[in-house]
């Protein structure tokens, strides 16, 4: 059974950092490629950034290029979003995801992956 386990959300003020992890069992994880995506309130799911199993470079949307970071670590079975200079309009839950197969042009697409965590709540104020 496949898990994926978020944290390292919170309340943060404006220009501050957070970092999320998110831990995965049950699958073989440097095959998978992995991902981060958030949902505002009242907003659709978006895609913040995406590691390949096969590729060292990292995919990033562009409101968050230059601030956030994703790295993964295949022998812990982990990867983290450190979010820098967080901005009010990054107040969202944001979601671990795997998928096993999937090609570069799939990255930004929720429904290229099969698996996601329960989400971590972050909130910046101003």
């Known amino acids: 059974q496949v898990q994926l386990v978020e944290s390292g959300g919170g309340l943060v003020q404006a220009g501050g950092s957070l970092r999320l992890s998110c831990a995965a069992s049950?699958?073989?994880?440097?095959?998978?490629?992995m991902a981060w995506f958030r949902q505002a309130p009242g907003k659709e799911r978006e895609f913040v950034a995406a590691?390949?199993?096969?590729?060292?470079?990292?995919y990033y949307a562009d409101p968050v290029k230059g601030r956030f970071t994703m790295s993964r670590d295949n022998a812990k079975n982990t990867v983290t979003l450190q979010m820098n200079n967080l901005k009010d309009e990054d107040t969202a839950v944001y979601y671990c995801?795997?998928?096993?197969?999937?090609?570069?042009?799939?990255?930004?697409?929720?429904?290229?992956?099969?698996?996601w965590g329960q989400g971590t709540q972050v909130t910046v104020s101003s």
């Open positions: 995801a795997a998928a096993g197969r999937i090609i570069t042009s799939q990255l930004r697409a929720q429904s290229a992956y099969e698996h």
């Open positions: 049950g699958l073989t994880f440097a095959r998978y490629a």
């Open positions: 590691y390949k199993m096969w590729n060292s470079n990292p």
